[in-house]
């Protein structure tokens, strides 16, 4: 329930602070004074667009307030899930800067614009003039059956298993078009590993080849460097390693005599050792190196084929080349278990099928177990209403499943006994359009639990005694709803529980916004007024005593 608005700097508003009873709430007032603009600032708590234009005083932001109290489920459950504050008392409010960037908060912490029109479609269902367009549209048709028939918590269960169902028959397809693109190119995935399996090239072979390739490539240069050491150190006139192991023979007759010189001695013995381990290394090196024109060809003809396939899938290594033939193993063997994998998810996915088709055939079951009652109630209203030639039918027929079940739901509208039924969009005119919202919204506000239902200007196109009856229905939406009203029917003014006065004043030659809640004699003239003007004869001003009455 809306308690209190206040309106800071908005419009022609400089600051408004009106507060709502829990039943029905009139506002009244002559054509341009601004009751738009309170619907206006209205729609910024609840989410709609913002725009700088509408400050008063540029150097000021705008402010927007709503205090409702609620304890409906649905609201709690949406504060608990966004991690906002839980309290019966709830205070939106809504920001709007000189340059047009707004801010909204929910019991004063921050929100998204999204966070806050999705509270809003849980405290407030604002109906306004062109809101009957929604009549037309297959969603709120499809809404209004299934709040009468509450089907929530089936079609909550519906659209889980709705959902897998489409999941497995995507995987099913998926599936298929894997088998579908294997069959293409199955055969030249089958002829590269066979090419590559033929290779059989071992881990790092290729670097390996290459090396060896390069060593046979310089063996004359390297064999003759290795002789050309060996017979320096060991052969020729005067070996190195000789001539070393002569020096030593000349310091060890002093050995004794010079302090230091048996660690000499000792250092040259062990290089002259050292020297001999290495001339004879090198002699068996030199050994093992020689030219074969045999090996090298073979490791030429094995590089060709490495490279041949290096190049051909461009790849740098011999890891790439096994990694590559790894991968396309796995997608072989990956094929050889898809039919099966095929048939399984077909049989998934019929499972799937058939649980959604079940709980949908239930969601048919109670959606036409509520048209009758529905279509009769309707009618009934529209002939209070001053429609008494009109039918409304609800067509509901199978289609295929879709997100809300396999029903299409259409509302269909006869002005004139006509029987000649077609769409609502086609036939209905803006005045009937009007009624209908109406009659079909006081059915279903109940089921919905709407704490607050707002109308502005319903009452388009109706006089007399169809706006007569158009309040009495409101009336009864009271009962059980908070219900504010912006009209210029009498009629309907005089059924308020309270009456709100929307006028212009002047202020320091500027002119603002005000509004008060009108006084028992105040709302005896404002009736009088509607009805005639502004000339208040005893007898308009009884009439107006009588319709409040009444």
């Known amino acids: 329930m809306l308690q209190q608005l206040h309106i800071l700097n908005y419009a022609i508003i400089d600051e408004l602070e009106v507060s709502f009873g829990a039943q029905l709430n009139i506002i009244t ?20 667009r913002a ?27 949406y504060l608990k899930e966004n991690d906002l504050d839980e309290a019966d008392s709830l205070l939106i409010r809504r920001e709007i800067n000189a340059s047009g960037k707004s801010r909204a908060f929910i019991n004063d912490t921050p929100v998204t614009l999204s966070q806050l029109q999705d509270l809003a479609t849980k405290l407030v269902d604002l109906h ?22 509450q089907t929530g918590a089936l079609l909550n269960q519906y659209r889980t298993a709705y959902g897998q169902a489409q999941a497995a028959q995507k995987k099913w397809a998926a599936l298929k078009a894997q088998q579908e693109a294997f069959a293409k190119e199955g055969d030249y995935l089958k002829f590269l590993y066979e090419e590559l399996s033929e290779a059989g090239f071992k881990e790092q072979e290729v670097e390996e080849l290459e090396n060896e390739a390069k060593l046979l490539e ?44 048996p660690a000499l001695i000792e250092r040259l013995n062990s290089v002259q050792i050292e020297l001999q381990d290495i001339a004879a290394e090198l002699e068996g090196m030199q050994e093992q190196v020689s030219y074969d024109p045999r090996r090298a060809e073979t490791i030429n003809e094995r590089l060709s084929v490495g490279y041949k396939l290096l190049k051909k899938h461009g790849l740098r290594d011999t890891a790439g080349l096994l990694n590559l033939q790894q991968e396309i193993s796995i997608k072989l063997q990956n094929v050889l278990h898809l039919d099966e994998d095929i048939v399984a998810a077909q049989k998934e996915q019929e499972r799937q099928a058939k649980a959604a088709t079940d709980l949908a055939v239930q969601l048919t079951k109670k959606r036409t177990d509520v048209l009758a009652a529905f279509e009769k109630r309707v009618n009934e209203l529209l002939a209070r209403v001053g429609m008494p030639n009109a039918r409304l ?81 409101m009336k009864e939406l009271a009962a059980g709803h908070q219900v504010i009203c912006i009209t210029h029917q009498p009629q309907i003014a005089a ?56």
């Open 29 to 48: 007032g002559e054509t341009g004074a601004g009751k738009s603009i309170l619907m206006g600032a209205l729609n910024l708590i609840l989410g709609e």
């Open 51 to 77: 725009d700088s234009a509408v400050l008063v005083d540029k150097e000021k932001k705008c402010v927007i307030e709503g205090t409702f109290k609620t304890s409906a489920e649905q609201v709690l459950n």
């Open 128 to 149: 306004q003039q062109f809101d009957t367009l929604d009549l037309g549209k297959a969603d709120f048709q499809r809404e209004v059956i299934d709040a009468l028939a």
């Open 218 to 261: 310089h063996s004359e240069g390297i064999k003759g460097a290795l002789s050309t050491v060996c017979y320096a150190l060991s052969e020729g006139e005067q070996p190195m390693v000789q001539q070393l192991k002569s020096l030593l023979h000349q310091l060890e007759a002093y050995r004794q005599l010079l302090p230091g010189l």
């Open 393 to 473: 039918k609800a067509q509901l027929k199978a289609g295929p499943l879709g997100p809300y079940g396999a029903d299409q739901i259409e509302f269909l509208f006869d002005a004139n006994k006509s029987n000649r039924f077609e769409p609502i969009r086609k036939v209905a005119s803006g005045g009937e359009l009007s009624r209908l919202m109406l009659s079909i919204k006081s059915q279903v506000a109940g089921s919905m639990q709407m704490p607050t239902l707002i109308f502005d200007e319903i009452d388009t196109g109706i006089s007399g005694e169809a706006a007569r009856q158009v309040g009495i229905i």
């Open 495 to 550: 059924k308020a529980d309270a009456h709100y006065f929307v006028y212009k004043q002047e202020e320091n030659n500027v002119i603002r916004t005000r509004v008060r809640q009108l006084k028992e004699k105040e709302r005896v003239e404002a009736i009088a007024r509607m009805l005639s003007g502004e000339q208040l004869s005893e007898g308009i001003l009884k009439v107006a005593r009588e319709m409040i009455l009444n």
